[in-house]
């Protein structure tokens, strides 16, 4: 049985992030290093005869703010599509649906990549000694190798205290140093200058592609080269130098994005780096990364000293093959956590978008683009924040919903004639809120209130009433004003529903045979519509506000379908059992109930959590199963609050073994976008983060359950510095598959109670209090 434990000193052993290590230098982006500062992105290839760092940033955006988005017939039509769905003509309502709902967004835009930085070498001997990595605890990037007798070292990182990238390179023999500095290979439109010392590059984030045509911001890039030794020449669009001892280049990146001075940002930026010096610089930086990421260790067992010294690629493909290798799940843990901090800070001016921070340049071309998709995948992107203790990189996503939720309040009025607020299913960096431009995708209703959970979770960690009171409970009331205004009367058992949606992004066979997506009272609707109302009747009761809005919030939860179970046994996707058109559809945007809600749970609901298996698994069974990476995150989570460690572990396994690449970045597959390559994704990254932790601490504000959903192919181990809801920050060791020990901090006062499998443990902390905890 749990009892606490008179001994407070706990033995863990908090274990360095890690390491990702190669042999040889990249000759693709899925083999490149990222760097990131939460705004200024570089992908690091490492080449010996030619560097390339290819940049990205997060407000270079084309496309520009629109007040016409919206279907003007839209509303018109409301109550009709709502008439024919209720009397069971679904082809029509869909066709009118397809007609009328749509958005029609003029200027939509995408997030572009920027060109190059590039350094270019002399033609010398092949290089020996080759060695290339990225360090998680320091968020330095190196590589160092020998040539014709020289030792040569780069060294890269991009600093969130001085807003730029640093780029230091160094030669063991003096003099022997030489390079050509440039920008290039960019898709942008823009003119490159050459002084004595930078080179800059003056451009626009323009693309045609989504009919944006010349919109986007204005930016510029500056190169800034500083050389000890050595001499400097212009050569057309570069910088030569020849001779050097070591040099340093700065590398800034201005937009004009919010009405930015994109000249003046690089100047003021440049100036304070070169005055302040690489050094001081560089020690700023790895002090600002480690206090992030040395809150967090995990130790899932040392690698056998047979792996230990393999590349990262060849342990990962390793991994694929079948071979266990918990050290290597470690790493991906901490390296989700270190592509958070390095794409998402609290002084960013966007959250992370669907490939982060770092842009391939693949998703423009794609059929969708490099935006916030409101439908799981920024929600994944941001999991991992508050359990792996990265609270404040969630900021930039709390500044995007209170946008979101300015901007929403003209749709839900024009759209719907509701109050509140409302998002789709997609936005993007001006706060584009109106359904998206498909029929099919794009009538999310509750995308924005989905997204909103988020505010609730980081209050639910901190508990912090003045972040409750002035920023989270507005944006939370608003989502349930509209919910509360869009519903209607079910007829047939005056049930509260909303519509007409889309369960995301998924199509339903109508009793008549009729291909649909649009219906009545879609499970997913359902279950965040319960998770906001609920939500702003607590926070409004802590807040001792809004009294009569929580008295109809209460007459409305009454009213709330129940979950059903279907002909099958899943759990129904929509209030009807319809058939599902693609039993094989990625989204499961219904089991939101299982996570991140817990409307449905093994312990409470049994029967719907059977349901909610027996959804996944039709969906895999079905032929055509669309595995991707964000979808394999997505079943580590549902299988851990399902307190099921080894099918967890077989979904954490695929996200890394099938759709990890070779720098462990997450990928869609190329096939879906018709493209030929893979395209990267960040969500896989956070959302796989985000598993391991679910599987090794869950709690919900009140229980704190330990190892949850231990697989047994973990026996030992140990991880620090997990945070549960209430401030509470937790440390476990486990030994043959078992608790051996754990260690609860408490930030503030607490009321907690503490499970480990059938055993309960009531305790009261004191703020500042710890409390151990083993096994009698």
């Known amino acids: 049985m749990l009892k606490a434990l008179t001994d407070q000193s706990i033995r863990t052993v908090r274990v360095p992030p890690g390491l990702l290590h190669y042999d040889r230098p990249a000759t693709r982006w899925f083999e490149a290093l990222p760097i990131g500062n939460g705004r200024l992105g570089g992908m690091i290839h490492g080449g010996t005869d030619r560097e390339r760092i290819q940049l990205s940033e997060s407000t270079a955006w084309s496309g520009g703010p629109s007040s016409t988005d919206l279907n003007p017939t839209a509303r018109q039509q409301l109550p009709r599509i709502r008439e024919l769905l209720f009397a069971g003509d679904h082809a029509e309502a ?38 290339r990595t990225l360090d998680l605890d320091t968020g330095l990037a190196e590589v160092t190798y020998e040539q ?63 009919s944006d045509g010349r919109q986007g911001v204005a930016l510029e890039i500056r190169a800034h080269l500083q050389a000890e030794g050595g001499t400097v020449h212009r050569t057309g669009d570069t910088l030569r130098l020849e001779g050097a001892d070591s040099a340093v280049v700065f590398v800034v990146v201005g937009t004009d994005w919010a009405g930015a001075d994109p000249r003046k940002r690089a100047e003021s930026v440049l100036a304070v780096a070169l005055e302040t010096g690489y050094e001081a610089v560089r020690a700023a930086h790895i002090a600002d990364h480690q206090s992030l990421m040395r809150r967090v260790s995990l130790d899932l067992g040392s690698a056998a000293p047979d792996l230990a010294p393999l590349p990262t690629d060849t342990r990962r493909e390793r991994f694929a093959s079948g071979k266990a290798d918990n050290a290597l799940m470690a790493l991906y843990f901490q390296y989700g956590r270190y592509l958070t901090v390095a794409g998402s800070r609290s002084n960013s001016p966007l959250p992370l978008a669907l490939q982060g921070l770092w842009n391939d340049g693949l998703a423009s071309s794609a059929p969708w683009t490099n935006d916030f998709h409101l439908d799981m995948n920024t929600q994944q992107n941001y999991w991992a924040a508050e359990p792996t203790d990265l609270a404040e990189c969630q900021e930039p996503l709390f500044g995007l919903l209170e946008n979101l939720a300015d901007q929403g309040r003209s749709t839900a009025g024009q759209l719907y004639g509701a109050p509140g607020w409302v998002a789709h299913t997609v936005t993007n960096a001006w706060g584009y809120t109106a359904p998206g431009s498909g029929i099919g995708w794009g009538m999310n209703v509750t995308g924005g209130a989905w997204l909103a959970l988020q505010l609730w979770e980081h209050f639910e960690y901190g508990r912090d009433e003045t972040f409750l009171r002035e920023r989270a409970y507005p944006v939370l009331r608003g989502a349930a004003e509209f919910l509360l205004a869009y519903a209607v009367e079910e007829p047939e058992h005056g049930l509260l529903v909303t519509g007409p949606s889309e369960s995301p992004e998924n199509w339903y066979l109508a009793p008549d045979g009729s291909r649909c997506s649009v219906s009545m009272g879609a499970t997913a609707d359902r279950v965040f519509m319960e998770a906001v109302l609920r939500i702003c009747t607590e926070s409004a009761e802590l807040l001792d506000v809004d009294a009569d809005l929580r008295t109809r919030i209460a007459a409305a939860r009454r009213r709330l379908p129940p979950f059903r179970i279907g002909r099958h046994g899943q759990l129904q996707e929509w209030l009807h059992d319809y058939e599902e058109a693609e039993p094989s559809h990625r989204h499961t945007s219904h089991l939101g109930a299982l996570f991140p809600e817990r409307q449905i749970t093994p312990r409470d609901t049994p029967d719907l959590a059977r349901a909610a298996e027996v959804t996944i698994a039709r969906r895999q069974q079905a032929p055509g199963w669309e595995q991707t990476e964000w979808v394999e995150a997505n079943f580590t989570v549902y299988f851990a609050r399902l307190l099921d460690g080894e099918a967890a572990l077989k979904h954490l396994t695929r996200l890394i073994a099938d759709t990890s690449e070779a720098n462990l970045m997450t990928f869609s597959a190329g096939g879906v976008a018709g493209a030929a390559q893979n395209i990267y994704s960040f969500d896989g990254n956070a959302g796989g983060t985000a598993g391991i932790a679910e599987m090794l601490l869950q709690s919900d504000g009140r229980d704190i359950e330990l190892l949850p959903a231990l697989p047994a192919a973990w026996p030992e181990g140990s991880v620090c510095g997990l945070r549960a809801r209430g401030g509470l920050t937790v440390d476990i060791r486990w030994q043959d598959g078992q608790l051996e020990a754990a260690r609860i901090r408490a930030a503030r006062a607490a009321d907690v109670r503490v499970r480990y499998g059938a055993d309960l443990l009531d305790v009261r902390l004191a703020e500042g209090e710890m409390l151990a905890l083993g096994l009698r």
């Open 94 to 131: 869909q066709r009118l649906a397809a007609e009328h709902l749509p958005g029609r967004p003029s200027s939509f835009g995408t997030n572009l990549p920027l060109p190059e930085v590039q350094l270019a070498f002399p033609d010398g001997p092949s290089a020996q000694h080759y060695r």
């Open 148 to 210: 014709d007798g020289v030792r040569l070292t780069r060294e890269v990182f991009a600093t969130n205290p001085h807003g730029l990238m640093a780029i230091r390179l160094t030669s063991d023999r003096p003099g022997s140093l030489a390079f050509a500095l440039s920008i290039r290979d960019g898709i942008l439109p823009g003119d490159t200058t050459v002084t004595d010392t930078c080179v800059t590059f003056d451009g626009h984030a323009y693309e045609s592609l989504h």
